[in-house]
């Protein structure tokens, strides 16, 4: 049987998950980390790190939020850039994004399973 409380460090347990640290891939399936209903990433990046790919995922809504640093988000429509700590931005399942960290900095995500309202 699991623990019901877990503890750990995000960097150190994302670091073989490309910084996700909860979500559908952690095993075994009974640890409290092992959801299908979130994913959780912890990245930190240096300055000039960059994803210039158009990426998308088309089953989950994403939200990342600023820890420090300043952090471009560039989407079809406009470009996002993070500068205060908490600063975010949220995007639905299928918007296509590409990112570049503008200095050194660290940012949270979450993606979780996304149906629109009707």
């Given at each position: ?8 460090n995000?960097a150190?347990?994302?670091v073989?998950r490309?910084?996700w ?8 399936e ?6 299908e ?13 960059s994803?210039?790919?158009?990426a ?7 939200l990342?939020?600023?820890?420090d ?6 989407f ?29 900095c ?13």
């Open positions: 049987m699991q623990p019901k409380v877990v503890y750990g995000a150190v347990e994302g073989n490309w910084g640290f909860m979500g559908h891939f952690i095993t075994p009974d640890d409290p980390r092992s959801t209903m979130l994913e959780v990433k912890w990245a930190v990046h240096k300055a000039g790190d994803r210039t790919e158009w998308v995922n088309n089953q989950a809504a994403t990342s939020i600023l820890i640093g300043e952090f471009r988000l560039q079809e429509d406009r470009e996002i850039l993070l500068t205060c700590e908490g600063d975010y931005v949220l995007w639905c399942a299928g918007v296509s994004h590409w990112w570049v960290a503008e200095s050194d660290t940012i949270l995500t979450v993606r979780w399973p996304f149906k629109a309202r009707r």
